[in-house]
Each structure stands twice: as structure tokens, then as C-alpha cells.
Nanobody, 129 residues
Framework: QVQLAESGGGSVQVGGSLRLSCEAS????????MGWFRQAPGQKREGITA???????????YYHDSVKGRYTISRDNAKNTLYLQMNSLKTEDTAMYYC???????????????????WGQGTLVTVSS
């Protein structure tokens, strides 16, 4: 069983930056995919980025077109923590942000919430002008 806990959300002005963290605990297995999702009020949960891990090594990263070039996903295996660096923030980035874990490879379905096994409680990001 894996537990995830996000932190780092807050309020920021347009053009600003935030760094989100997600600490994982429990048995993740040797091969898994971790991703970041966001959900605005009244909207469906949207996959924005993911990163694959095999035997403790970082693999391929994936990005939604809307955040490509502005967001960077990374992880610190020693600290068992996933990060999301968000730059050049826009008002449309306002949402609850969740980290999630999917057993096995990320694959073509990395953007689908239904494929993930564990979820954090979320951290709120508010971008204002």
C-alpha cells in the first residue's frame, strides 16, 4: 500500500513560480509511474505530467501540451519525493493539484486517472492577476 502527500501549493501572481512536492511512503514496487494531475472546479481531472521509474532509476518524462516548456517533473529517489516545478504561471493553471502513482510503466495511458492506483489529498494552487 502506497501513501502520497502533496505540499507546496499556495497563491501566486501571473508569471510567478511554485514548486510542489509529493512524498511517497509504502511499497511502490520496482517499476512504477508517478504523475501530476489537476482539477479545477466543475472540471474533470486532467493529467499534466508523469515520470517513469524502474529499479530506482528515473526514466522517460511526459507532458501535456498546455504545460510543456513551463513545468518540469523530477524526483529524488533518496528522499522518495516527487517534484513539480511550475514557472510562468497563468490564471488557467489555478486548480487542485494531485500526485498519483501507477504500478508498472507509464505507457500511452499516462494521462488517464483511471490507470492510477494511489492518490494524494491534493494541494491548491491559485494564480491571480
Amino acid at each position: 500500500q502506497v501513501q502520497l502527500a502533496e505540499s507546496g501549493g499556495g497563491s501566486v501572481q501571473v508569471g510567478g513560480s511554485l514548486r510542489l512536492s509529493c512524498e511517497a511512503s509504502g511499497d511502490t514496487g520496482s517499476m512504477y509511474c508517478m504523475g501530476w494531475f489537476r482539477q479545477a472546479p466543475g472540471q474533470k481531472r486532467e493529467g499534466i505530467t508523469a515520470i517513469s521509474t524502474f529499479a530506482g532509476n528515473t526514466g522517460v518524462t511526459y507532458y501535456h501540451d498546455s504545460v510543456k516548456g513551463r513545468y518540469t517533473i523530477s524526483r529524488d529517489n533518496a528522499k522518495n519525493t516527487l517534484y513539480l516545478q511550475m514557472n510562468s504561471l497563468k490564471t488557467e493553471d489555478t486548480a487542485m493539484y494531485y500526485c498519483a502513482l501507477k504500478k508498472g510503466a507509464c505507457g500511452a495511458s499516462w494521462m488517464s486517472p483511471a490507470e492510477y492506483d494511489s492518490w494524494g489529498q491534493g494541494t491548491l494552487v491559485t494564480v491571480s492577476s
